[in-house]
């Protein structure tokens, strides 16, 4: 999908989903991804595909953080798994 979407073909509800999703994680986990020093944009990624659980090599679980990185894992399991699909209109939808 990166290839040929980006985040302006998300649906308005898609879009509002993973603002409230990001903002809740941040903030009910702060000191944790502070003290991890990842970049919010490796966060990002990381809270993606853990709470997703793709075991793609990449994960707040496999970059040695110790306990940190467990909480991290717990935290974004606990938001569940969201799939993306693209709609006939050509926008993409979430199925939360």
Same mark, same amino acid.
């Given at each position: 999908? #990166? ?5 302006? /073909?998300? %649906?308005?509800?898609?879009? %509002?989903?993973?603002?409230t999703d ?9 000191? /944790? &991804?502070?003290?991890?020093? &990842? %970049?919010?944009?490796?966060a ?20 040695? &953080?110790?306990?940190?990185? =467990?909480?991290?894992t ?9 799939n &993306?699909?693209?709609? =006939? #209109?050509?926008?993409?939808? #979430?199925?939360?």
């Open positions: 999908m #990166d290839e040929n979407y980006t985040v302006d /073909d998300l %649906s308005e509800e898609a879009r %509002s989903h993973a603002r990001c903002t809740s994680f941040i903030l009910n986990n702060w000191e /944790d &991804l502070v003290s991890s020093g &990842l %970049s919010a944009e490796y990002g990624h990381d809270f993606w595909l853990t709470r997703c659980r793709h075991g793609a090599g990449f994960g707040f679980w496999n970059r040695g &953080l110790g306990e940190v990185g =467990d909480r991290l717990e935290a974004a399991h606990g938001f569940g798994e969201v &993306l699909y693209v709609g =006939d #209109d050509g926008t993409i939808y #979430d199925d939360l």
